[in-house]
């Protein structure tokens, strides 16, 4: 069974770019790599063979999980989002209550985020803590090396 999982528009076609490059170029070349292999004779000693076997393999299971995603996949309406609590695709001004850096993040879904961009992950420590908040509050975020606070400065999308 597939989970929901958010994405925007952009994001989304970019997941259906990378799903037919898969399916279109990526394994007609599989398949034509194992019949070459399989070419060269013996295919009980044929190491070649194996590897494009397995290769072919783990492109189906790529395949087979992308598509999975895709059918759960939901864009969201930025327009119909409340600017008033931290969601999916919500800008965020938080301060670092330790060194009091301020940041700005967008919270995204899993396959979005791009630290570079200032995109975090839906499911990233930072991304758990700061959702449901108001701007005021403060998110307690425990990270591997410990625990953060960080207080909501501003939301907007």
């Not at 290769?55 to 600017?83: F, N, P, W």
Request: charged share 30%; aromatic share 4%; net charge negative.
């Amino acid at each position: 069974m597939s989970t929901v999982s958010y994405y925007t528009a952009e994001g989304l076609k970019k997941l259906r770019e990378e799903l037919n490059q898969l399916k279109d170029v990526e394994r007609p070349r599989a398949s034509q790599a194992i019949a070459e292999a399989r070419d060269k004779g013996d295919l009980s000693e044929n190491a070649e063979y194996d590897a494009a076997k397995e290769a072919q393999g783990m492109l189906e299971m790529k395949i087979s999980k992308m598509e999975e995603t895709l059918a759960g996949a939901r864009v969201i309406d930025e327009s119909q989002l409340d600017v008033s609590k931290v969601l999916v695709l919500s800008k965020v001004r938080i301060k670092n209550l330790i060194n009091n850096m301020e940041m700005d993040y967008t919270l995204v879904a899993e396959s979005e985020a791009n630290l570079k961009a200032g995109k975090i992950s839906v499911n990233s420590p930072i991304g758990k803590g700061l959702l449901g908040k108001s701007v005021g509050d403060t998110a307690e975020v425990t990270v591997p090396n410990g625990s953060l606070k960080f207080e909501i400065l501003a939301i907007s999308r």
